[in-house]
């Protein structure tokens, strides 16, 4: 099994040259510390950032540069600042190649579920909806169960959603997952485990063709 950093890690190598990038809090606010050697990407946050970097080192961090997790960030030469106005203007305009999305679930159809618990309370569904809406690629990291062991895959969402029919393809801690017309298709499996650890933790139907091979992490 994967954990969190190496599903960021994954998730790392779908990033193409030159792509425009919003990250999502939690996991995918990760993928910013493993750009694949030889590409350029810029990291794009809601909350009015352009060109943010890795993570900073412990006691090298400014409290006055966050993302929109509200995590201290770096940035790298040429980022640029704006409001947040400007900042959702590039996201509904579709100037943003790629979304890395966190979910509490995700259906079988491309649904997204990732902002609201009933009976939490929560204080808004931020930038969310806007993202889903506007994106035309959009990649979920997320754990492939929850904390009881059950599925987060599945056929319906039980949760109430974020977006309709948008998700793309899913990275978890057990394998990676393709949205197709058809459904669930298992593309690649977690160091270790195998196919049918994999069917057991899904609620959804997968799509299972030939051999399915290991992620590459390195």
């Not at 890690?9 to 694949?36: Q, S």
């Not at 006055?64 to 040429?78: F, M, R, S, V, Y």
């Not at 509904?92 to 649904?111: K, P």
């Not at 994999?198 to 992490?217: F, Q, R, Y």
Request: glycine share 10%.
């Amino acid at each position: 099994m994967l954990d969190k950093n190496q599903i960021a890690k994954r998730i790392a190598k779908e990033l193409k040259h030159n792509y425009y990038v919003n990250l999502g809090i939690g996991i995918p606010t990760l993928v910013a510390n493993y750009i694949p050697e030889g590409i350029d990407v810029e990291f794009q946050s809601e909350n009015g950032i352009l060109g943010m970097g890795p993570f900073p080192f412990e006691g090298d961090e400014d409290a006055d540069l966050i993302n929109a997790g509200k995590q201290t960030i770096t940035t790298l030469p040429g980022a640029s600042f704006f409001d947040s106005a400007f900042s959702f203007g590039m996201i509904r305009g579709q100037h943003v190649d790629l979304t890395i999305l966190g979910a509490m679930e995700v259906s079988e159809n491309g649904d997204i579920a990732n902002w609201k618990i009933p009976g939490k309370m929560v204080k808004g569904m931020g930038g969310a909806m806007d993202l889903v809406a506007s994106a035309e690629n959009i990649i979920v990291a997320m754990m492939h169960v929850n904390k009881a062991g059950e599925s987060k895959i599945l056929k319906k969402c039980t949760l109430p959603l974020t977006g309709v029919a948008c998700v793309k393809k899913v990275v978890t801690e057990l394998a990676v997952l393709e949205i197709t017309p058809q459904g669930f298709k298992l593309l690649e499996r977690a160091p270790g485990v195998s196919v049918e650890h994999i069917i057991a933790s899904t609620e959804a139907t997968l799509i299972i063709e030939g051999e399915i091979p290991e992620m590459v992490i390195d």
